[in-house]
C-alpha cells in the first residue's frame, strides 16, 4: 500500500522558519520525482518545489531563495525548509510523487503564518 505522510506544519509567526518532511513508503522511492504543492485558502493549488532523480530541482517563483527541497532516497523521505515565511505561504501543504502514470499525494498538512 502507498503512503505519503506529511509532518511538521503549524502555526509560525511572519519571518520564522518552519521544515516539512515526507515519509513514502509501498513504492520504490528513488524512481520518482518528489514535490511540494500548496492550497492556499480560496485559492488554486499550485507547484511550491520539485526534485528530479537526477538531483535538478525547482521553485516557484514566489519561495525561491526561501524555500529548499531535499530528499533523502535511502530513507524515502522529502523535506521542505522554509525560511522567511510571509503570512501568503499560508496553506495546505501536500507531499507528491510522480513516475510515468503513478502519482500518488500525502494527506497534507497545514502551514499557518500569523503573528
Known amino acids: 500500500q502507498v503512503q505519503l505522510v506529511e509532518t511538521g506544519g503549524g502555526l509560525v509567526q511572519p519571518g520564522g522558519s518552519l521544515t516539512l518532511s515526507c515519509a513514502g513508503s509501498?513504492?520504490?522511492?528513488?524512481?520518482?520525482?518528489m514535490s511540494w504543492y500548496r492550497h492556499p485558502p480560496g485559492k488554486e493549488r499550485e507547484l511550491v518545489a520539485i526534485?528530479?532523480?537526477?538531483?535538478?530541482?525547482n521553485y516557484a517563483d514566489s519561495v525561491k531563495g526561501r524555500f529548499t527541497i531535499s530528499r533523502d532516497n535511502a530513507k524515502s523521505t522529502v523535506s521542505l525548509q522554509m525560511n522567511s515565511l510571509k503570512p501568503e505561504d499560508t496553506a495546505v501543504y501536500y507531499c507528491?510523487?510522480?513516475?510515468?502514470?503513478?502519482?500518488?499525494w500525502g494527506q497534507g498538512t497545514q502551514v499557518t503564518v500569523s503573528s
Open positions: 509501498g513504492f520504490t522511492f528513488g524512481k520518482y520525482a
Open positions: 526534485s528530479r532523480i537526477s538531483g535538478w530541482t
Open positions: 507528491n510523487a510522480n513516475w510515468l502514470k503513478f502519482d500518488y
